[in-house]
């Protein structure tokens, strides 16, 4: 038996280490444990309910083992095994024929972070692509509007360290459900409530997160309506400067527009607030005095509040809050969002994705969010006539997924899927090609919920005829003919350009590195920010410039309740498809006997209003529609939502749902007004008894 070091790939802010243990005994290595590293600095020994089972992913008797043609209609899943040659030497011809006959941009590429390590996440797929011309993806379906709405505001995706929590006295957990989706910060922010911090949660929902409150030591949850806190954090800045709880110090020295603001937040007063969001005049104001009187005060968001049609408007306005306190200064204050962009600025992002390969050319781009018009031939520049698809499940993790499966279910597409399993995507391949587990192949790990980056070793390998993403590109560029040297690069030799001033071997050696931040801890406690005016913009000439208000606005979304009164007579209720279960990782899960049936079925939840007026009762079959689908789910009546407000949890199958859809068949494809992500939480529907 040996033991190997590596992390976690999934797409989670923890990058858990981990240690696999090996027996060489066997015919092939085999894995035969697989625990949490306990000297991991993050998370210190603990893995995840979707992970703690990862050995029964990799040997699952499900996974994919060899490529495989299909023989039956697409999305029918009727496939038989064939060799690598064979499918490699049909997908080079189909791609070769896609291309001379409509041009290169008539492939799609098509990939998320599903294995977000480095070789897996951009190892050779941009050069591949880029060298044949193929369309660019706008990979945005996860963390762009965020940062972006951040960037406007101070000028940088960067933030606090979240570990800097335990220094805080107040942590607000923004539109984050850190018990579920971040777990492993959950201690440090115990360690801070140890010293006497006081914890509120701001979500629509009454999550896990919430629940684990303790409101007798001075915790609290507040609860908007989806898509509103825009109009809160402005009625926030008006108590801020209302009540003279402004640092004006620090304002005056590294802020720009304070004086524009405070005009223009003058009106903003709480009452007018709470019409909108829901949250009583008083909650507000307290919460206000609260954020404007605790020192330090942290700010901790991720993802989720991003997933509305003006959620870069929400981030750029909440960013706002520790510039008008000050709290820049302070240890435990600021903002901390995803700290991926530090580790960012470690990468030669021209060494890996190499687009000199492009030689002039300038395809298209096609955001991932809208792949379902890409596919139904409505985006400009044609349609796509082959589709390229690895560590992603589009047809259940894209808004508007009805859309994607009817694109994916022409038949001049020729579609090639990379995977582990036959995902509700692979079902629709014309070829189908068996991908690693992250414990048979090295990689660099990143991190986007705390500062380390791991080296992941492989432990055993490849299972079946699999290959890494990698490995996957080298052959498709050997299949097509290629010659251009760097499509076969090694991976060693793509680490190495990837990662030009990060001694590789030492992170091999150590398991893991701490990337560079300030030793203080405080990145702009003497401002220095990156903006043009080197001050946080309170007021933007730039977003100005480029067609977005001026200074932080609460802009309705079309698609919500304040929005196109036509369409709220229709569809009354706001639906949220968030993360809900402990066992799944985005789509990644539902499908296992240990994940799927554990956590019961997709439902519809709703408040006991909502439900009476409906006639519903748990455990009935109600019928939730739109325009753009109709699905039949057993109803869960709670009280963890507002009325007005319907859950459909995210994660399922179509084989999961009664009629064969996914709760995407429902949500919005609505670009954000900038930043290039989707509005899937601005949603509107009914519910009905089926
Ligand atoms: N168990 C589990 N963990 C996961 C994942 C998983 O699928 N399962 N997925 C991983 C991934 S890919 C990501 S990106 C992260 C995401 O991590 P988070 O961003 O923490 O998670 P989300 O569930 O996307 O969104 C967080 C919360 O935002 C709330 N929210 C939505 N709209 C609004 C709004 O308008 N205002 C406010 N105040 N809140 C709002 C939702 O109700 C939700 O509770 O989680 C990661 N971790
Ligand atoms: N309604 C709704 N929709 C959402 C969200 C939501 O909250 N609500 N969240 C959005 C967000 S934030 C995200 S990030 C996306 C996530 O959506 P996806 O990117 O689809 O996420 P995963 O389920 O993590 O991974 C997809 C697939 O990658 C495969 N995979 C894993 N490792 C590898 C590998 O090394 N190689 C290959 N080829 N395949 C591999 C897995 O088997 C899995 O099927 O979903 C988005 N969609
Ligand atoms: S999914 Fe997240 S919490 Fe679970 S082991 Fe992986 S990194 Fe850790
Ligand atoms: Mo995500």
Redesign the pocket.
């Known amino acids: 038996m040996r033991t190997v070091v590596g992390a976690c ?3 989670c802010p923890d990058s858990c280490g981990w240690i696999v243990t090996v027996d060489d005994t066997t015919p092939t290595p085999t894995a035969v444990k697989l625990r949490g590293h306990p000297d991991h600095p993050f998370s210190q020994g603990e893995l995840c309910p979707k992970v703690n089972r990862f050995l029964d992913r990799v040997y699952s008797p499900d996974r994919i083992l060899t490529p495989l043609r299909r023989v039956g209609a697409k999305g029918e899943g009727r496939f038989e095994p064939i060799s690598w040659d064979d499918a490699l030497a049909e997908i080079a011809t189909r791609l070769h024929d896609v291309i001379d006959t409509h041009g290169a941009e008539a492939i799609l590429p098509f990939s ?4 977000q390590s480095t070789l ?1 996440l951009m190892g050779l797929s941009s050069r591949f692509f880029h060298h044949l011309g193929a369309s660019l993806l706008d990979r945005t ?2 963390g762009p509007t965020a940062g972006a709405g951040l960037a406007a505001t101070i000028g940088t995706k960067l933030g606090a360290d979240p570990l800097d929590v335990v220094h805080s006295q107040l942590v607000l957990l923004w539109g984050t459900n850190t018990r579920l989706t971040n777990r492993h910060l959950w201690p440090f922010i115990e360690q801070a409530r140890a010293n006497g911090a006081r914890i509120v949660v701001i979500d629509p929902i009454r999550t896990l997160t919430a629940e684990g409150l303790d409101p007798s030591r001075g915790d609290r949850f507040v609860q908007p309506l989806p898509g509103t806190d825009t109009a809160m954090v402005l009625a926030m800045m008006h108590v801020l400067i209302r009540d003279d709880l402004v640092d004006h110090d620090w304002v005056a020295a590294h802020t720009v527009g304070f004086d524009e603001l405070a005009a223009h937040v003058a009106d903003w007063t709480p009452e007018r607030a709470a019409a909108i969001t829901g949250v009583d005049a008083d909650v507000i104001t307290e919460l206000a005095r609260d954020y404007g009187t605790t020192r330090p005060a942290m700010i901790r968001t991720l ?2 509040a991003e ?1 509305h049609e003006n959620g870069a408007m929400f981030f750029r306005t909440l960013s706002c809050l520790p510039a008008l306190t000050g709290s820049w200064r302070e240890r435990g204050g600021g903002y901390a969002r995803s700290v991926g962009s530090w580790q960012d600025q470690l990468v030669d992002d021209h060494a890996v994705h190499r687009p000199d390969l492009l030689a002039g050319r300038t395809p298209r781009t096609i955001n991932m969010s809208r792949l379902g018009e890409a596919l139904e031939g409505r985006a400009e520049g044609g349609p796509v006539h082959a589709l390229v698809v ?5 047809l ?4 508007n997924s009805e859309s994607v499966r009817r694109g994916l279910a022409r038949d001049d597409l020729f579609t090639v899927v ?4 036959l ?1 509700d995507t692979a079902r629709y391949a014309d070829i189908v090609l068996p ?4 414990i048979e ?1 090295s990689d660099v790990v990143p991190a986007w919920g705390h500062l380390w980056m791991a080296w992941n070793e492989a432990a055993i390998p490849p299972v079946g005829e699999s290959c ?2 990698t490995e ?1 590109f080298r052959r498709l560029a050997r299949a097509m003919g290629l010659t251009e040297p760097s499509l076969f690069d090694d991976d060693d030799t793509l680490l190495r350009q990837a990662f030009p001033t990060v001694d590789l071997d030492a992170l091999r050696r150590d398991g893991w590195m701490r990337v560079p931040f300030p030793d203080d801890g405080l990145p702009w406690a003497d401002g220095g920010f990156p903006t043009p005016s080197g001050k946080v913009e309170l007021a933007s000439d730039r977003l100005e410039r480029a067609g977005h208000p001026r200074l932080p606005t609460f802009v309705p979304p079309r698609e919500g309740p304040h929005g196109d009164p036509e369409l709220v007579a229709r569809y009354p209720l706001q639906l949220m ?3 809900h279960h402990t066992r799944f ?4 899960y539902s499908h296992l006997p240990k994940h799927g049936p554990a956590e019961g079925g997709p439902f519809v939840e709703l408040d006991p209003a909502d439900a009476a007026a409906r006639g519903l009762s748990e455990g009935d079959l109600a019928r939730v529609w739109n325009d753009r689908a109709s699905l039949e789910l057993p109803v869960r009546i709670g009280d963890r939502l507002r009325p007005g407000v319907v859950v459909v949890p ?1 994660g399922w199958w179509s084989a999961h749902h009664p009629d064969g859809k996914v ?2 068949s429902l ?1 919005n494809d609505t670009l954000t007004e900038w930043g290039g992500g989707v509005a ?1 939480f601005d949603t509107l529907v009914e519910v009905a008894p089926a």
């Open positions: 790939h999934h797409d998320d972070a599903g294995n897996a379906i996860c993802i989720g997933h690895w560590s992603c499940n589009p259940v993790i894209v808004p990379h995977e582990q399993f995902t991908a690693t587990t992250q192949a890494s993403n996957l498809t968030p993360k990782l985005n789509s990644g995210y709760g995407n949500t899937f």
